[in-house]
C-alpha cells in the first residue's frame, strides 16, 4: 500500500513524463507559440481577412489547437474582428481603447471579447465564408468547453499538479496579448509606418512573442496582406511560417501589401493618377520624410543660433512630430503650436498645404479622372517649381511611378 501512494505521490509531483524545470519551460513556450501561430495563421490572416487560403491539414489542425487550447469559435473570433476593422475607433468598436479606454481593454480585453460574441446581429452580419461542417458544428462551436477540459487532463496527466499551472498560461496566453497587448497598446502606443485612418501603431519592428501582430499599424493599413512586415527591419514570424507552409503546398498567398513602382520620369498622367491611390499610404509616408526632414533642418537652425530652449524650439519639435499627420489625429492642444511653427516657415507651410493638396487626390470622390490627372498635373509643376528641395525631389519620383 505505501508503494502504490509513493506512486501517486511522485505522480502528483511530477507526472508520467517527469520533465525538469526547463524542459516544463521549453513545452510551455512551444504550446503558446502554436496557439499564437494558430490565430495569426488561421484565424485572422486565412479566416477574417481571406489574405491565404491554407490546406485542409494545416486547415483542421489549427481548429482542433485553438479549440483545444483557447475554445475560440471560429465564427465568433472572425466576425468581432471584421466589425473592428469595419467600426474602428467608434463606438461600436468591439475593443478600442479610443473610446473604451486603455486600461478597461488590457484588463477587461477578453470581458470584451464574451459579451460581443454574445450579440447575434454581430455574428450573423460578419461571420460569412467561416467553416460550417459537422464537426464545427456538432463538437468545435456546440462543446466550445471540451476542448480545454481535455488539454487540463492531458496536462495533468503529463506533468502532474505543475500541469494545472500551464495550463492556466495556456488560457490566459490569448487574453493576455491578443485580446490585451495587441487589441489595447496596438491602437494606443507605438510607431506608425503608415497614416491609416485609426489609431494603429506597431509596438515593435520584431518579436517572437505575438506571431507579428506587433506590427499592428502594418496590418490596419493593408489588412487584406498575408504578410505583416513592410520594412527591411521588420520580422513577421507569422509569414516565415506561412512561406513554409506555401512551400509544402498546403498553403497559397492570395495578397500582400502593394509595392510602388518606378520606372522612367515622365508628365504625370492616369497612370501616375493610379500608382498614387493605389499606393497612397506609401506615397504618404515618403511625402512625411521629406516634411520630417525640412522641420529638423529648422531646428538645426534655431540650434545654430542659440535658441534651442526658446519656445520656437519647442514648437518645431512638435512640428516634427505631428504636422506629417492627417489633422483629425493631431491632438486638439497641439494646433496651435504647430500653427505658430508654420507661420514662422514658409517652408513648412508650403509643405503642409501641398501635403493636403495631394490627399484630397482620394479623397474627393465627386471629381472625374480627367479632372484629377489634371490637377495632379498641376501639384506635380507647383511642387517644381517651389524652389523647396523637398518637394522637387518628391515631385520626380512621383512623376515616375506607375502602377
Not at 501512494?5 to 516544463?24: I, K, M, N, P, R
Amino acid at each position: 500500500m505505501n508503494a502504490f501512494f509513493d506512486a501517486l505521490l511522485d505522480w502528483v509531483a511530477h507526472g508520467f513524463a517527469d520533465f525538469s524545470v526547463w524542459q516544463l519551460v521549453i513545452y510551455a513556450l512551444v504550446v503558446t507559440h502554436i496557439t499564437i501561430a494558430a490565430v495569426t495563421i488561421f484565424l485572422h490572416r486565412a479566416q477574417a481577412h481571406r489574405a491565404l487560403d491554407l490546406g485542409p491539414i494545416p486547415s483542421h489542425f489549427f481548429r482542433f489547437w485553438l479549440w483545444m487550447t483557447t475554445g475560440m469559435v471560429t465564427r465568433e473570433w472572425v466576425a468581432i474582428h471584421r466589425k473592428h476593422h469595419a467600426k474602428c475607433e467608434t463606438e461600436e468598436d468591439p475593443h478600442s481603447p479610443q473610446t473604451r479606454g486603455l486600461k478597461k481593454v488590457l484588463a477587461e480585453g477578453a470581458e470584451l471579447y464574451r459579451a460581443e460574441a454574445k450579440n447575434a446581429e454581430t455574428i450573423a452580419k460578419y461571420s460569412r465564408g467561416t467553416p460550417e461542417d459537422w464537426i464545427e458544428r456538432n463538437l468545435y462551436t456546440k462543446h466550445s468547453a471540451l476542448g480545454v477540459s481535455l488539454m487540463l487532463i492531458i496536462n495533468v496527466t503529463l506533468f502532474g499538479a505543475i500541469g494545472a499551472t500551464i495550463w492556466a498560461l495556456q488560457m490566459a496566453w490569448i487574453p493576455i496579448w491578443a485580446a490585451g497587448v495587441v487589441n489595447g497598446i496596438g491602437h494606443y502606443w507605438g510607431y506608425r509606418n503608415f497614416e491609416a485612418p485609426d489609431a494603429s501603431t506597431n509596438l515593435t519592428p520584431w518579436t517572437l512573442i505575438i506571431g507579428g501582430e506587433e506590427l499592428h499599424n502594418n496590418h490596419h493599413t493593408y489588412p487584406t496582406s498575408a504578410k505583416f512586415s513592410v520594412k527591411p527591419y521588420e520580422f513577421d514570424i507569422g509569414w516565415l511560417y506561412i512561406r513554409v507552409l506555401e512551400t509544402l503546398g498546403m498553403a497559397k498567398v492570395r495578397k500582400t501589401a502593394p509595392k510602388l513602382s518606378l520606372g522612367e520620369i515622365k508628365p504625370a498622367d492616369a497612370r501616375t493618377l493610379e500608382a498614387l491611390i493605389a499606393n497612397r499610404y506609401e506615397v504618404m509616408a515618403s511625402y512625411a520624410r521629406g516634411l520630417k526632414s525640412a522641420c529638423a533642418a529648422e531646428l538645426e537652425k534655431i540650434k545654430a543660433e542659440g535658441g534651442k530652449h526658446t519656445e520656437r524650439f519647442a514648437q518645431f519639435k512638435l512640428a516634427t512630430r505631428w504636422l506629417h499627420r492627417d489633422e483629425e489625429r493631431i491632438p486638439a492642444d497641439v494646433h496651435g503650436y504647430l500653427a505658430n511653427a508654420r507661420a514662422a516657415s514658409p517652408v513648412i507651410d508650403k509643405l503642409v498645404t501641398m501635403r493636403e493638396e495631394l490627399r484630397q487626390m482620394w479623397t474627393r470622390t465627386n471629381v472625374s479622372a480627367e479632372q484629377l490627372v489634371a490637377d495632379l498635373q498641376a501639384w506635380c509643376r507647383r511642387a517644381e517649381e517651389s524652389g523647396i528641395a523637398e518637394l522637387q525631389a518628391f515631385s520626380i519620383r512621383l512623376r515616375a511611378a506607375h502602377a
